[in-house]
């Protein structure tokens, strides 16, 4: 059994959190920002002293690659974000990426040759961005974001993504580029804080992820009648804000009926003309669903809108929708993830085999190369926020177990 130096890690862990420390006590290092400049410099110069050869491709992922000894063809990648949510934990991101690092780090001090070439990767843009482009880097390696799209892209200030990349070494003229490069990626591990109370609530410190759960999301638009506040009287009324509240409790009561880990969520809401004194004739909210099944998903979302098409012809109002985003449900590659297994056995590390609830970078890399997770316990489910955390001794248990997959990795896969 091989492990990591774990106050090495920890100490990593404490240094990277001081880019983008805000006075809330959180971090904040939105991609493209200055304090995400400073990082990827910091990340960039410990990648070299470890004498990898590095690359940034077109849309400013950050690569680190470890030669193997050529006996088997492609490369076994690992990494994930660095970038954070505005007043974010110190996990989030970067305790994959440094972990993926302090691997490379301990598979060099061993003196172990690779039969693959080990590379490690900083996703640019992971968490959502004022771009409305979230896992940006991955979804853009992987061929998901074409040219066009990324070339049109502006935030809004109308500042272009394009210029944005240059300030980290981005290029938009060499996005096509990244077509070659993906050719060569053969497996993708990412660890991950959970971000949830599943691991805590039975237990355990670790799990191993075999899929990701669909997405869909619509902007929801509401239309009532705005009217006086006090001289309307309460049968008169086509109040859109009173609509909408009952709409929201509908989601929470058709999705807490389910018996999966289907959930339901309403959220960013837009009221107008949102003044006191007048009755609310207009509400833009964003609806999203997360399931593991997308017939399940299909069902639940069928069965939401029939429920608001009552509320609405009874309360008075009309509603329409925009798709925002329809993403099906991942499934992570059965022989990765049983390496992992086994490796966990191997190691003495108990764990639960269980789909993420949320969206990563490895969601993409599944279409490209055999994806797996490895998730680490959150203390309180706590994530995107300053109480995020998981302990120095989850962290060990997982990172012995993904150091271990991946010399299994390295052997197996051919």
């Not at 990648?47 to 992922?61: F, R, S, V, Y």
């Amino acid at each position: 059994m091989v492990q990591i130096q774990l106050p090495r890690l920890v100490e990593d862990l404490q240094n990277y959190a001081a880019y983008g420390r805000d006075e809330r006590g959180g971090i904040t290092r939105p991609s493209f920002s200055p304090e995400d400049l400073e990082v990827r410099i910091r990340f960039i110069e410990e990648l070299q002293e470890l004498g990898l050869d590095i690359t940034i491709d077109g849309i400013a992922n950050i690569w680190g690659k470890l030669k193997g000894n050529g006996k088997k063809k492609g490369s076994i990648v690992i990494g994930s974000h660095l970038d954070t949510v505005p007043n974010g934990g110190k996990y989030d991101g970067a305790l994959g990426t440094l972990v993926a690092k302090e691997i490379i780090r301990t598979i060099i001090e061993k003196n172990i040759i690779l039969d693959h070439d080990l590379e490690i990767v900083s996703f640019t843009a992971e968490e959502s961005n004022d771009f409305g482009l979230s896992t940006l880097g991955s979804r853009a390696f992987v061929g998901k974001l074409s040219e066009e799209e990324l070339r049109i892209a502006a935030d809004s200030k109308g500042f272009l993504l394009s210029e944005a990349l240059q300030t980290v070494d981005g290029d938009i003229d060499r996005i096509h580029e990244m077509a070659a490069m993906r050719e060569e990626k053969k497996v993708f591990v990412e660890m991950h804080i959970e971000q949830g109370k599943r691991l805590e609530s039975n237990g355990k410190s670790v799990a191993i992820i075999n899929g990701l759960v669909g997405v869909y999301r619509s902007k929801v638009t509401v239309i009532g009648e705005a009217n006086h506040s006090g001289t309307t009287m309460m049968p008169h009324r086509s109040d859109a804000l009173t609509a909408v509240a009952e709409m929201i409790l509908a989601v929470e009561q058709i999705c807490g009926e389910d018996k999966t880990d289907l959930v339901g969520t309403v959220g960013k809401l837009d009221v107008e003309p949102n003044a006191v004194n007048i009755i609310p004739g207009k509400v833009d909210f964003v609806l999203e669903v997360r399931g593991e099944c997308q017939d399940r998903m299909d069902r639940v979302v069928d069965e939401i809108n029939s429920k608001w098409n009552e509320i609405a012809k009874r309360r008075g109002v009309q509603i329409s929708q925009l798709l925002l985003q329809q993403q099906q449900p991942t499934k992570l590659d059965e022989e990765i993830v049983s390496i992992l297994q086994k490796s966990a056995d191997q190691v003495s590390v108990p764990y639960m085999t269980l789909p993420s609830m949320a969206v990563h970078d490895a969601a993409h890399m599944s279409l490209i190369s055999k994806s797996a997770m490895i998730f680490v316990k959150s203390i309180a489910g706590k994530s995107h926020c300053p109480e995020e955390h998981s302990t120095s001794e989850d962290i060990k248990l997982a990172s012995t177990v993904m150091l271990n997959g991946i010399l299994a990795i390295d052997q197996q896969i051919d």
